[in-house]
């Protein structure tokens, strides 16, 4: 049986001991710069870009020659090893790695990696990039031509001073290590706003330093005294954890609270779901400022607070998995007329209602837009340490449910 030899590498030349393994094979995948380093080989030289191709090519050549694929650094790690297991199994692959670019990295910079958040963001759509970073202390990223050293700063750096936190904008240092290895080899270092002002070569690693954000032991149950609000403007404890509880929020994904009003609910959606990015959405100048507040307490950077109404402030969204309506300014059938064709299956969204208004409308509105509903009016009672009671206005959550497609 014909073998498939990954071999990874971290400098300018190939090592013996691979030079010798190439010779058992016939055929070699490789990028145009690795290319340059088998000269005087007699195998045959095969672009490993663009990689669907390659891979179709290795279909064909297997079944009668050893194939070997060049790959930088260590091909199972954020490599292409998953890529050929996943098209030609465990038995068929053999594996040589080299140190990483993070390792060469760290060392670079002489800083410790054991404790950083690894983070590639090559070939990959991520909608909000500082929201994955600034929950860290220290982020390695490998970076493509789309996510570039710069426009990561710049990006960190605009989130940053929209949230008005100038300390940690400040204080947040940026390293980047350039063509590792090589003759052009440069290490970098600066601030945000200096970094978003350079340019760097393809071929990079990216370190960013971050005052870690405090945090504490519990993710859901923050109080009304915990969150910064106006007058007493705040879902109450016992209605935020029923309609948490109705959102089924995903791991990952887009959340849009539209009326967020101090973003509480947004708030705890964050520490519950780290890598879901949320989008606060609220009209009122003063509400804008108590989820900033509350964003920077609790260093909830996956929250991208929208100062605006909806539905107009929605478009340039991307198109969520979960919709919470906590205040629609009488604009609920626009609202949802809105959202859910945006929705995918099993998409969520989740309307609370006080007025009898809401209440009445909410259940059609969502069903001639082909969600299936459920209703769950709660009331809240609580009782001082004297045994005083304190009665509250119940709360109807209407729930439309986007049901997958049966096959």
Same mark, same amino acid.
């Given at each position: 049986?014909?073998?498939?030899?990954?071999?990874?590498?971290?400098?300018?030349?190939?090592?013996?001991?691979?030079?010798?393994?190439?010779?058992?094979?016939?055929?070699?995948?490789?990028?145009?710069?690795?290319?340059?380093?088998?000269?005087?080989?007699? #195998?045959?030289?095969?672009?490993?870009?663009?990689?669907?191709?390659?891979?179709? $090519?290795?279909?064909?050549?297997?079944?009668?020659?050893?194939?070997?694929?060049?790959?930088?650094?260590?091909?199972?790690?954020?490599?292409?090893?998953?890529?050929?297991?996943?098209?030609?199994?465990?038995?068929?692959?053999?594996?040589?790695?080299?140190?990483?670019?993070?390792?060469?990295?760290?060392? *670079?910079?002489?800083?410790?990696?054991?404790?950083?958040?690894?983070?590639?963001?090559? !070939?990959?759509?991520?909608?909000?990039?500082?929201?994955?970073?600034?929950?860290?202390?220290?982020? +390695? %990223?490998? $970076?493509?031509?789309?996510?570039?050293?710069?426009?990561?700063?710049?990006?960190?750096?605009?989130?940053?001073?929209?949230? /008005?936190?100038?300390?940690?904008?400040?204080?947040?240092?940026?390293?980047?290590?350039?063509?590792? @290895?090589?003759?052009?080899?440069?290490?970098?270092? !600066?601030?945000?706003?200096?970094?978003? /002002?350079?340019? +760097?070569?393809?071929?990079?690693?990216?370190?960013?330093?971050?005052?870690?954000?405090?945090?504490?032991?519990?993710?859901?149950?923050?109080?009304?005294?915990?969150?910064?609000?106006?007058? #007493?403007?705040?879902?109450?404890?016992?209605?935020?954890?029923?309609?948490?509880?109705? %959102?089924? %929020?995903?791991?990952?994904?887009?959340?849009?609270?539209? !009326?967020?009003?101090?973003?509480?609910?947004?708030?705890?959606?964050?520490?519950?779901?780290? &890598?879901? $990015?949320?989008?606060?959405?609220?009209?009122? =100048?003063?509400?804008?400022?108590?989820?900033?507040? &509350?964003?920077?307490?609790?260093?909830?950077?996956?929250?991208? =607070?929208?100062? @605006?109404?909806?539905?107009?402030?929605?478009?340039? *969204?991307?198109?969520?998995?979960?919709?919470?309506?906590? @205040?629609?300014?009488?604009?609920?059938?626009?609202?949802?007329?809105?959202?859910?064709?945006?929705? =995918?299956?099993?998409?969520?969204?989740?309307? &609370?209602?006080?007025? =009898?208004?809401?209440?009445?409308?909410?259940?059609?509105?969502?069903?001639?837009?082909?969600?299936?509903?459920?209703?769950?009016?709660? @009331?809240?009672?609580?009782?001082?340490?004297?045994?005083?009671?304190?009665?509250? &206005?119940?709360?109807?959550?209407?729930? #439309?449910?986007?049901?997958?497609?049966?096959?």
């Amino acid at each position: 049986m014909h073998k498939i030899f990954v071999f990874g590498l971290s400098e300018s030349v190939l090592p013996s001991q691979v030079l010798q393994q190439l010779t058992l094979c016939r055929h070699i995948f490789a990028t145009p710069r690795m290319q340059t380093l088998l000269n005087g080989h007699s #195998g045959h030289l095969h672009n490993i870009s663009p990689l669907q191709k390659a891979v179709d $090519t290795m279909h064909t050549l297997l079944p009668s020659s050893n194939i070997a694929v060049l790959a930088s650094g260590d091909p199972l790690f954020f490599g292409i090893g998953k890529r050929l297991i996943n098209e030609f199994g465990q038995q068929r692959l053999f594996f040589s790695p080299a140190l990483s670019s993070i390792q060469r990295a760290a060392a *670079l910079f002489r800083v410790p990696w054991d404790d950083a958040t690894i983070l590639s963001l090559h !070939g990959r759509n991520c909608s909000h990039i500082p929201g994955r970073i600034l929950q860290q202390g220290k982020s +390695f %990223l490998f $970076t493509d031509k789309t996510h570039s050293p710069d426009r990561i700063s710049r990006q960190i750096k605009d989130y940053l001073q929209h949230i /008005e936190e100038h300390d940690r904008l400040a204080a947040i240092r940026v390293s980047v290590a350039e063509n590792i @290895g090589t003759e052009d080899e440069r290490i970098y270092k !600066g601030s945000l706003t200096e970094t978003a /002002e350079q340019r +760097f070569s393809p071929l990079n690693v990216m370190l960013v330093e971050n005052i870690r954000p405090s945090n504490i032991a519990y993710r859901l149950g923050l109080s009304e005294e915990d969150i910064q609000h106006s007058r #007493g403007l705040i879902t109450k404890n016992e209605i935020r954890a029923a309609t948490l509880h109705h %959102l089924r %929020l995903p791991e990952t994904g887009v959340f849009w609270d539209i !009326g967020a009003g101090s973003g509480s609910i947004s708030i705890e959606s964050a520490r519950l779901n780290p &890598n879901l $990015t949320l989008y606060a959405i609220e009209h009122r =100048p003063e509400e804008i400022l108590n989820i900033k507040e &509350n964003v920077r307490r609790y260093g909830c950077y996956n929250i991208i =607070p929208v100062h @605006g109404l909806a539905p107009e402030s929605l478009a340039p *969204l991307p198109a969520p998995d979960r919709v919470f309506v906590g @205040g629609s300014k009488g604009r609920l059938a626009e609202i949802i007329a809105a959202t859910a064709s945006l929705l =995918p299956e099993d998409g969520r969204i989740v309307v &609370n209602g006080l007025t =009898p208004e809401t209440i009445n409308k909410a259940p059609g509105l969502l069903r001639q837009h082909g969600l299936a509903v459920t209703t769950a009016t709660i @009331g809240v009672s609580r009782c001082d340490e004297f045994g005083e009671e304190t009665q509250y &206005n119940p709360i109807t959550i209407t729930t #439309g449910h986007k049901e997958c497609a049966r096959t």
